[in-house]
């Protein structure tokens, strides 16, 4: 079986940093590319960044280049995202995703993870 779990959620003051986690499991995943997408309150889901698995290729969607930092540790079945200078409209659930490319991952990846709140406060 497949399976993502997000960690690392939270409430957050405006400006400081959060690190989220997804620990990944079954034999189809592994392999994949993963990445994570957000959905705040009344909007749609959209994606934040992308890695693959080797984790020299990044993609980060615009409101999130230059602050958060996508990674993975292979050994672990693990991605992380580093999350910096956070703002309160990044106040969303961000949900682990997976697929067999990153292309597939940003448009519309098969995997998805529960999700984890992460709440930026002023």
């Known amino acids: 079986q497949e399976q993502l779990v997000e960690f690392g959620g939270g409430l957050v003051q405006a400006g400081g940093s959060l690190r989220l986690s997804c620990e990944v499991s079954?034999?189809?995943?592994?392999?994949?590319?993963m990445g994570w997408f957000r959905q705040a309150p009344g909007k749609e889901r959209e994606f934040v960044a992308v890695i693959n698995w080797s984790g020299d290729i990044t993609v980060y969607a615009d409101s999130a280049k230059g602050r958060f930092s996508a990674s993975r540790d292979i050994r672990k079945n693990t991605v992380y995202l580093q999350m910096s200078s956070l703002k309160s409209e990044d106040t969303a659930v961000y949900y682990c995703?997976?697929?067999?490319?990153?292309?597939?991952?940003?448009?519309?990846?098969?995997?998805w993870g529960q999700g984890t709140q992460v709440t930026v406060s002023s």
């Open positions: 995703v997976a697929d067999v490319d990153t292309d597939r991952v940003r448009t519309g990846p098969r995997y």
């Open positions: 079954g034999h189809t995943i592994n392999g994949y590319s």
